[in-house]
C-alpha cells in the first residue's frame, strides 16, 4: 500500500545546530503533518500544510521550526537552533481530504 | 488546553474479555474521529474511524460508540488477544484543523 517515507530514521546533533528532517508523502496526497512524540507519549501536533501554505500550527511549533515543500520534493522540518527539549521523535504525516492521516515511520532526533 | 481526552492511561485485560477505551472532545465542530494503534518502535497506524452521521462503526472485533450529545467516543475492541497489546490513540479533525490526538492508552492482554 502507499508508505509515507522519512529520511533519516535516527539524527544525532550537537544542541544549537540545525537540522532537517524529510518526508516523502504519498503522491497524490494534498495535507502534510509533523507530529512529536517523546517516550511512546502522546502525539502532539505541530503543523500541518497545505497548497504550499503552513494552514494551522501549535504552540509547539517554535520560531526556530520552519517547513517547506519545494517544488514537489520533500516535505521538510528545520529546526534552527536546536534545544535539548527538541528530542523527540518526529513523525510525518499525510492525507487526502477528509481522510485519517498515514503516517511515516519517524525521525529520532537526539540532541546532545 | 486538552482538546482530547482519553482513559484509562492503562488498561489490562484476560484473553477474550472485551477492552473498553473511552474519549471525550470539546470542539463540537469536530466531524471524524479514528483511532490508532501503536506497537513499540513503530509509528501510529490507523485502525478504525467514525464520523457522527452515526453513533455506530464496526470493523470485525473493533467497534467505535459515538455519543454526540455527551462529546464522546469509545472503542470496545471484542475477544481481546495477546496480539493487541499496544497503546491505543484516539483523535478529532475536521476540515480545518489538523488531528488532535489523546494521551493514550497502553493496552496489555494477557493470555
Known amino acids: 500500500g502507499p508508505k509515507v517515507l522519512q529520511i533519516p530514521s535516527h539524527q544525532i546533533i550537537d544542541m544549537g545546530q540545525m537540522v532537517t528532517l524529510n518526508c516523502d508523502p504519498v503522491?497524490?496526497?494534498?495535507?502534510f503533518y509533523w507530529y512529536k512524540q517523546i517516550l511512546g507519549q502522546q502525539m502532539e501536533f505541530l503543523v500541518n500544510?497545505?497548497?504550499?501554505?503552513?494552514?494551522?500550527k501549535s504552540k509547539l511549533f517554535k520560531d526556530q521550526f520552519s517547513v517547506e515543500r519545494p517544488d514537489g520534493s520533500y516535505f521538510t522540518l528545520k529546526i534552527q537552533p536546536t534545544a535539548l527539549e527538541d528530542s523527540a521523535v518526529y513523525f510525518c504525516?499525510?492525507?487526502?481530504?477528509?481522510?485519517?492521516?498515514?503516517f511515516g515511520e519517524g525521525t529520532r532526533l537526539s540532541v546532545l | 488546553q486538552q482538546q482530547v481526552r482519553q482513559s484509562p492511561q492503562s488498561l489490562t485485560v484476560w484473553e477474550g474479555e472485551t477492552a473498553i477505551l473511552n474519549c471525550s472532545y470539546e470542539?463540537?465542530?469536530?466531524?471524524?474521529f479514528p483511532w490508532y494503534h501503536q506497537f513499540p518502535g513503530e509509528s501510529p497506524a490507523l485502525l478504525i474511524a467514525?464520523?457522527?452521521?452515526?453513533n455506530k462503526k464496526e470493523d470485525g472485533r473493533f467497534t467505535i460508540f459515538f455519543n454526540k450529545r455527551e462529546k464522546k467516543f469509545s472503542l470496545h475492541i471484542a475477544d481481546s488477544q495477546p496480539g493487541d497489546s499496544a497503546t491505543y490513540f484516539c483523535?478529532?479533525?475536521?476540515?480545518?484543523?489538523?488531528?488532535?490526538f489523546g494521551a493514550g492508552t497502553k493496552l496489555s492482554v494477557k493470555p
Open positions: 504525516a499525510s492525507s487526502f481530504r477528509d481522510q485519517a492521516p498515514l
Open positions: 503522491s497524490n496526497h494534498l495535507y
Open positions: 500544510f497545505y497548497n504550499g501554505k503552513v494552514m494551522e
Open positions: 470542539d463540537s465542530t469536530f466531524d471524524y
Open positions: 467514525i464520523r457522527p452521521v452515526s
Open positions: 483523535a478529532a479533525t475536521n476540515n480545518n484543523n489538523a488531528p488532535r
